[in-house]
């Protein structure tokens, strides 16, 4: 009796000893982080009404929530990447799925990948036409093939093997996006002309468990002919995840984020070089805009530092951390 009298005082001290603990004594609770983008170009508030911004900015918002919804319940950066991409190729006012540019020969063809920081795996797809979301397309080439990338008809016939959602041509298409294609057409302009403010989607993760991931979706440039392919899908360029360092989403001028290898450039000045994430991202967006490119990226660092650097007036933009940080912006002043 005297033996259990002593446990349960002893267990009743020692549960109110961790009480009494100092928070700052506590093991810290795992971090998790998340940044988002909708494409970088020519964002000037005087190019937005009140009410196309106040749009613009609660679609962000909207896919930012998804994606962070995901990390704080415990969910892997993979998910919370999926998440943000798919709410954002849904929304007509992004370059993506849904709303994405118009080719010459006015159809729409999209490109997509997605990458896990934890093995490096990565899945890809290029001029796909009719897909739903062409995110989950390449998550399947990741998760379910022996590939990284897939394109055209065979990447649409994996597709249908697998029971990915297609929808009809009219679906993806919208006015705004066809006016910038007549545009181009009649105009004799070029892409960039027609779609300063509007980009590509991307979103990058860091979850509980340290693990790193990245994703990227895209129509394309306006008018775009012989089935060109930007960054978008190219592992290295366009996306990048390394739990050894950070994972990158990029939009812009895809000829020449390819040219500098954007993303693994982001990457392995963070790994071998040691630098910190924004300082290697403007460093190596620095190069980008040497060559005559521009566009932005998104970067999520392995101790959880979300930041952002572009070369352009704006980009559409998010960040959300476990440490309480959530906003979103457009202007590069914000």
Known sequence: MRTIMLLSALLATTAASAQDMPMTDRPPEPKWSLAIHGGAGTLTRDDMTPEREAEYRAALQAALDAGAKVLADGGEALDAV?????????DEKFNAGRGAVFTWDETHELDASIMDGRDRSAGAIAGVTGIRHPILLARKVMEDSPHVMLAGRGAEEFAAENGIETMPPEWFDTAPRREALERVKTE????????????????????????????TSTGGMTGKRWNRIGDSPVIGAGTYAD????????????????????A????????????????????VMAEVKTLGGDGGVIVVASN???????????????????????????????
């Not at 509007?198 to 468990?209: I, K, P, Y």
């Open 188 to 215: 004799q302009v070029s892409a960039l002309d027609v779609d300063i403010k509007f980009g590509t989607v991307g979103a990058v993760a860091l979850d509980r468990g340290g693990n790193l991931a990245a994703g």
């Open 243 to 262: 739990n050894r360092s950070c994972a990158v989403s990029a939009t812009g001028w895809g000829e020449y984020f390819i040219r500098v290898g954007v």
């Open 82 to 90: 999926e998440a943000v991409i798919l709410r954002l190729e849904d």
């Open 264 to 283: 693994k450039a982001i990457c392995d000045r963070g790994l071998l070089a040691g630098e910190n994430m924004q300082t290697a991202s403007d460093t």
């Open 304 to 334: 959880g530092d979300a930041v952002f650097s572009f070369n352009t007036s704006g980009m559409y933009r998010g960040r959300a951390t476990s440490g309480g940080t959530n906003e979103v912006a457009i202007y590069g002043e914000e």
